[in-house]
């Protein structure tokens, strides 16, 4: 099964992956041009950018964010196989969402709340609106 659609990889993806290598290693014994090993390597890239970036990640830091582009990718192909109508163990799905926001709470990773708008952007996207009819 395809776990993510080369469409979906970014241009700068090809950098980024490289520094992503160095910086987490590679998996022994696994192909690292896969669709599977390519969203890993995407997964791993963001978290270890909202991190601080992959030169910065400390060793458990890496274990951490390891664990958790395993778990997403399991996660992403059980939500697969619910849109294909197929059978899912709803509590393996469950205890791996539950396992993922546990160490993404742990590596410090939250929700970033929605930034307000100030008095003057408010203003302008209100008259926006109401110039096209909103």
Do not use: C, W
């Amino acid at each position: 099964m395809d776990i993510a659609a080369p469409s979906l990889v970014p241009s700068s993806y090809a950098i980024r992956s490289a520094s992503v290598r160095e910086a987490f290693g590679k998996l022994r014994g696994v192909n690292g041009n896969s669709l599977a090993a390519r969203r890993f390597r995407e997964i791993v890239g963001n978290l270890a950018d909202d991190v601080g970036g992959p030169d910065k990640v400390s060793e458990p830091q890496k274990i951490a964010i390891r664990q958790i582009a395993t778990m997403t990718m399991r996660i992403e192909a059980l939500q697969a196989q619910v849109l294909t109508g197929e059978f899912v163990d709803d509590e393996e799905l469950v205890r791996l969402s539950n396992a993922v926001a546990r160490l993404l709470h742990r590596l410090g990773l939250k929700k970033r709340p929605e930034r307000k708008l100030s008095v003057p952007e408010y203003l302008a996207r209100r008259d926006a609106m109401r110039a096209n009819g909103g």
